[in-house]
């Protein structure tokens, strides 16, 4: 690996844990540790892979599964960021939003679903507003966070030039909370992939939750850990791409 650059070996290196624990996996069931019915192994589960990816259904049920994320995490992730930099502005907005954040934060995300449901019917928009709910949280606290502690040194600095509450908010108070924004997203992004499989076990009929619980219910243990991969999978790309994005909007983060 000396050839390599040393980004690319570490991006090498993230890569060797999942690939580690599929070989262990795989060489347990082939000294006879464990039954294939009910754990198969690797490559049973890559096989029915490709029968799922050449039927067009493992297709289907990821593009509603991304829909359904994406669509919820972005809804829930902008008025969070937005609302967590006011709440380090100014103080009546803090005070006024955290007895609700406080009160709101701890209720299980997944116990609303049967509200949501009355309220938004069984189609996707109670999907999405269960990711909103679970997104929002985290990325507020954590934007809140990360612009309370700012250092005061920039607040008093931008008081004595004379600059405005929105060059501010711009230039100090924003910049200054992205790495917890990233940081919150990131926790966000994971914890959307949760409710929402938690969410389509039930009420739907499309997504990898309902491919997960219908292949339960026939029994086809190896279908249901190809929708676990898959959301395992989907989950390790998204959080790479998030990662890509913060270093090339934060250069300046340090890295460990």
């Not at 289907?60 to 359904?68: E, I, K, P, Q, S």
């Not at 069984?122 to 700012?150: H, M, Q, R, W």
């Not at 509450?165 to 919150?184: C, E, H, Y």
Request: hydrophobic share 60%; with cysteine; charged share 15%.
């Amino acid at each position: 690996m000396s050839g390599l650059s040393g980004k690319t070996q570490e991006r090498l290196l993230y890569l060797i844990s999942p690939i580690g624990l599929l070989a262990i996996w795989q060489l347990l069931l082939m000294a006879g540790i464990g039954d294939r019915r009910f754990v198969p192994a690797p490559t049973d589960i890559a096989w029915r892979f490709w029968e799922l990816i050449r039927s067009g259904e493992l297709e289907g049920h990821t593009v509603v599964t991304l829909y359904r994320v994406f669509a919820g995490f972005f809804i829930g992730s902008i008025p969070g960021i937005v609302i967590g930099l006011l709440m380090a502005m100014f103080r009546p907005v803090r005070i006024f939003f955290d007895p609700l954040i406080a009160s709101l934060f701890p209720i299980p995300k997944i116990a609303l679903m049967p509200l949501l449901l009355l309220a938004f019917g069984f189609g996707d928009a109670s999907k999405i507003a269960l990711v909103v709910t679970a997104v929002f949280f985290p990325v507020v606290v954590n934007t809140y966070v990360g612009a309370a502690n700012i250092e005061k040194i920039y607040w008093d600095v931008a008081k004595n030039y004379g600059a405005s509450q929105s060059m501010v908010f711009r230039r100090i108070v924003f910049f200054g909370a992205l790495p917890m924004i990233f940081a919150g997203l990131r926790i966000a992004l994971a914890v959307s992939f949760i409710v929402l499989v938690a969410a389509e076990f039930v009420a739907t009929k499309a997504g990898i939750g309902y491919m997960i619980w219908n292949s339960w219910e026939l029994l086809q243990v190896d279908v249901m850990f190809c929708g676990i991969v898959t959301v395992g999978v989907l989950g390790l790309i998204a959080t790479v791409i998030l990662q890509e994005i913060e270093r090339k909007v934060i250069p300046w983060k340090a890295e460990r």
